[in-house]
């Protein structure tokens, strides 16, 4: 058996696999074997029909599929010999493939073709020169920041006056167009609705300032924007009920509640960071400031790759991709698209490709590697990551370490944090290579910069 390639130019090349007679007779004979002992044929004991019945029945199918799986090891293997770096798989050959016939042929020739891989040369310096934006933690961030704190922090109180944001529970009544309560109509008591929420403004506005025992009317569907699960618990009835009512409601204010902020004091301390990390106001707000700075640093470093990203690929260029070959497989392989679609997503799927062969080309050349320390590491931030967002800056070391453990268990997570890993590991690759343009921001002119974007 003969394995030759055939290179058309640098990205497309054909694979040829010549396989004689003896190269897949022994396995067919085995093969053959099989049949014979396992073959239930009426007129003979299992396993005892005559082989030329057995060949005249089975020899063709077994030599095409023994043929078969011999061309796929030789193919793959070839690829793997010659570490062969492949875009998408390979595909049978359409234009110099002779047609095969198992039963009368017994040299065959099958023609595959492959997409190779572009090479790609990356040179990064410090002669490359890329911005990095450090978000100022000003006094006012921290400020807000500790009244965040101190709010979630805090206990319900029961108050006479609404502000915003307060909780507001009462009775309800539907009423007609002139303010008069409809006999049969909807009632609700204990109804709690938090202005604050409400769609419409107007309706909103009506509720700051107003008083225990104050009436106010409402349409539900306005203040909702016809949210049917907001419907249903302002009007304490089922979803489906909730969505089709239209009508207006009067609202008579029973009870106002409003979540008042803890005391800036060494109990808000050792709830927030723990207990004797901060034993002052002053050192509270300098591990608030180091906190919001760690969190806001995965943003500056997504911000820096974004920026990055256009610096590398000005640099490598535009690659040569074998493009009729990936349209062709993109649409031997994926039962969605279509040419046309193919077509219109192409410029794209360039875009995106080009990158990913570009990070691969930077890994390799850096000898990037993930161990399960790394993972660790990404697992942990993850897991940080998701209590900061409910108000926990800082997580017991063995309720990280659990919540980490479970991530990596997790198959799909394990995928995810492995890319993360890799992507993070060659973003800083480049980022210690490249010289780095230090500008410091407001978080607002940071924010503007993905909005203009």
């Not at 062969?357 to 390799?364: N, Q, S, V, Y």
Request: net charge negative.
């Amino acid at each position: 058996m003969n394995v030759l390639q055939q290179n058309i130019d640098s990205v497309n090349a054909i694979v040829k696999i010549q396989v004689e007679k003896a190269d897949y007779q022994e396995r067919v004979e085995k093969s053959l074997r099989s049949f014979r002992q396992k073959a239930n044929i009426p007129g003979f004991r299992k396993g005892m029909a005559p082989m030329g019945m057995i060949r005249k029945m089975y020899q063709a199918g077994a030599e095409g599929e023994e043929i078969n799986k011999l061309v796929t090891e030789a193919l793959f293997g070839h690829i793997r010999e010659n570490k062969l770096e492949l875009l998408g798989e390979p595909l049978p050959n359409t234009t110099v493939q002779k047609p095969i016939d198992y039963s009368s042929d017994e040299a065959f020739e099958f023609c595959f073709d492959i997409a190779l891989a572009p090479e790609i040369n990356i040179n990064l310096s410090a002669e490359d020169c890329v911005d990095y934006y450090t978000i100022d933690v000003n006094e006012e961030l921290v400020s807000k920041q500790i009244e965040m704190y101190a709010q979630r922090t805090g206990t319900p109180g029961q108050f006479e006056i609404v502000e915003d944001r307060d909780m507001v529970k009462g009775n309800l009544v539907e009423i007609d167009a002139e303010g008069n309560v409809i006999e049969g109509g909807l009632t609700a008591e204990g109804s709690v609705i938090m202005p604050s929420y409400f769609k419409n403004e107007e309706a909103k506005a009506a509720f700051l300032g107003k008083k225990l025992g104050d009436v106010i009317s409402f349409v539900p569907q306005e203040v909702t924007g016809g949210n049917e699960y907001e419907l249903s618990h302002i009007l304490k009835i089922e979803k489906e009920d909730a969505k089709n009512f239209a009508g207006t409601v009067s609202f008579t204010i029973t009870e106002i509640t409003r979540q008042v902020p803890h005391a800036i004091d060494q109990e808000l301390f050792d709830t927030v960071f723990g207990a004797g990390v901060c034993s002052s106001e002053e050192e509270f707000r300098a591990k608030t400031r180091e906190t919001i700075s760690a969190q806001m640093t995965p943003d500056q470093d997504y911000k820096f790759w974004i920026d990055a990203r256009q610096t590398i690929m000005n640099k490598v260029g535009e690659l040569t991709l074998p493009a009729e070959f990936l349209k062709r497989w993109l649409l031997a392989t994926d039962e969605s698209k279509t040419a046309e679609s193919i077509e219109a997503e192409y410029p794209q799927m360039v875009n995106e490709l080009s990158w990913h062969l570009t990070k691969e080309a930077i890994a390799k050349s850096e000898g990037i590697k993930i161990e399960d320390a790394d993972l660790q590491v990404v697992a942990e931030a993850a897991v940080k990551a998701q209590f900061a967002q409910y108000g926990m800056p800082e997580v017991p070391a063995e309720m990280l370490k659990e919540y980490s453990a479970h991530m990596l268990k997790d198959e799909k997570s394990r995928r995810n944090l492995i890319e993360q890993a890799v992507e993070n590991k060659i973003r800083d690759a480049v980022k210690a290579k490249v010289s780095l343009n230090n500008k410091t921001v407001t978080v607002e002119e940071f924010n503007a910069m993905f909005q203009q974007a």
